[in-house]
């Protein structure tokens, strides 16, 4: 292995669930800091809500409310609620790669109690500040995993109904879990009717969102999109079961979800940006083990 190679791949084992803020809030005060094996942690608090960053210049990682740690802040933490309308039944088992402040498994397990949520996360240091900062604790169906979450996905035994992934921020992309090679782990991974889901940074005109939906495209028969409106983040929805999801079907199922989960924002909006891309061509790379220039694609417009 090359010297770029092993350092590319040093750098990319990281598989956190991250959502770059618009803007970096004036901080009331920083709670903790420190550097991990894998990132610079800050925890901030700021108007009633703390932030954690795994470096100050890319953003915010997670965010929770102090006063109501079940809210969703984050477009993209909003958006991902989309998904479970995707199922034609309740799911039965979720697995969640990257913990981050625990937002989206906390929410998960109000509202589905009874069914096993597995969660990896690579950094312990990112754990113990969702314990002590951001009011994350388990559950009994609810179980936390210390380990790179391709590693994981090979060695699990488990299926799935749902897979979130969220691995790519504004700045860094752990290349490994981009490509067609980890994505035919993931399909393993799936029930015959489960789906994946992944929040993917935009913008769309850069050269990594396609490669990264051609490679969907590549492994997965049905690659659908969410667009998370207020922000660059799109959700990446995929299966490989025959049952064709349509908008209108989606649209149709959205009042139920939104009736049981009783959020303070609508779920009909990320709903009615739903785009069915199987089928739609387009004119990138796939990304493969052996070529996953993701930081390169990052930087370079698309050419249209």
Known sequence: MNKTLFLSLLFSLVSVWTAPSPAWPEMDKILYERDSLYHHLQ?????????????????????????????LKFPYTQAVFVVPAFLDQKPGRILILGLGGGTIPRVLAKYYPDIPIDIVEIDSDVVDVAWRYFFFETTKKMKVTTMDGRRFLRSSRNRY??????????????????????????????????????????????????????????VFPHVYVIDCITSFSYIFIAHAHDKVMTKATLQDRIPAFQNWFKFNFQLMPYANTFENMSAVPVNAKVLLDDFAPVEVLRSRKALF
Request: aromatic share 14%; charged share 25%; glycine share 4%.
């Open 43 to 71: 925890v901030s608090e700021a108007d009633g809500y703390r932030y954690l960053s795994f470096n100050r210049a890319r953003g915010n990682q997670s965010v929770v409310s102090i006063a109501d740690p079940y809210e």
């Open 161 to 218: 109904d749902i897979i979130f992934l969220d691995a790519y921020d504004d700045q860094s992309i752990p290349f490994h879990l981009t490509t067609k090679e980890f994505f035919e782990i993931v399909k393993q991974r799936l029930t015959p009717t489960g789906v994946v889901a992944a929040n993917v940074w935009g913008p769309r005109t850069d050269e990594f969102y396609l490669s990264e939906l051609k490679t969907y495209q590549q």
